[in-house]
């Protein structure tokens, strides 16, 4: 059981807007940034938003994120066939002292 | 361009120990922290250990304190985990990454390797 609370599954058709939410508590999303990671099949994952919204170079505007009180989301605009892959949030935790991972979220471009 | 590449994984009887390293190139080792994130198969992401950049400070997931230890050595650009009394539900993926800062703390990974794998089996 994760501490952070992502939907296992999301999908969407293309050109189409999809959001995918990551629930957590006050001693992590609550207090702290929220992180979004994007792992495609067979590989390793690599930081999509950090900073609940900020994109790395090389990241579309097509993906945004949102955080409010103790959840967050990211949306994908313009939904492409090559997002389709899996969706982890992250946020530290004061209580635990150490980071949490949110299930994740495999989403499927029909 | 950042390089994170982790060896010594491999199949280990439970009770026993073993230890993966990571080489590092491609950045300023000792100007940022360094982590352990694990993937169990078919599973999520589940950080193991985290690391401050001069080795002043580290963490550990309760599921690994005790038993896991994690160092690095700055001179040779490496980071290691030091697992023992290994259990069935350790088999994972093990990723090196790197933090976006000098802390383990509340600072984002922003490169990840390509993980090795570690399998805890009678």
């Known amino acids: 059981q994760s501490v952070l609370t992502q939907p296992p599954s999301a999908s969407g058709t293309p050109g189409q807007r999809v959001t995918i939410s990551c629930s957590g508590s006050?001693?992590?999303?609550?207090?702290?940034?929220v992180h979004w990671y994007q792992q495609f099949p067979g590989t390793a994952p690599k930081v999509l938003l950090y900073?609940?919204?900020e994109r790395p170079s090389g990241v579309p505007d097509r993906f945004s994120g949102s955080k409010s009180g103790t959840s967050a989301s990211l949306a994908i605009s313009g939904l492409r066939s090559e997002d389709e892959a899996d969706y982890y949030c992250?946020?530290?935790?004061?209580?635990?002292?150490?980071?949490?991972f949110g299930g994740g979220t495999k989403l499927t471009v029909l | 361009e950042v390089h994170l590449v982790e060896s010594g994984g491999d199949l280990v009887q439970p009770g026993r120990s073993l230890r993966l390293s990571c080489a590092a190139s491609?950045?300023?080792?000792?100007?940022?922290?360094m982590h352990w994130v694990r993937q169990a198969p078919g599973k999520g992401l589940e950080w193991v250990s985290g690391?401050?950049?001069?080795?002043?400070?580290?963490g550990y997931a309760d599921s690994v304190r005790g038993r896991f230890t994690i160092s690095r050595d700055n001179a040779q650009n490496s980071l290691y985990l030091q697992m023992n009394s290994l259990r069935t539900e350790d088999t994972a993926l093990y990723y090196c990454?790197?933090?976006?800062?000098?802390?383990?703390?509340?600072?984002?990974?922003?490169?990840w390797g390509q993980g090795n794998l570690v399998t805890v089996s009678s």
């Open positions: 990454v790197k933090g976006n800062s000098s802390s383990w703390t509340h600072i984002w990974f922003d490169f």
């Open positions: 992250a946020a530290w935790d004061d209580s635990l002292s150490g980071w949490v």
């Open positions: 900073r609940n919204n």
């Open positions: 690391i401050s950049w001069n080795s002043g400070s580290a």
């Open positions: 491609g950045f300023t080792f000792d100007d940022y922290a």
């Open positions: 006050i001693s992590n999303i609550g207090s702290n940034f």
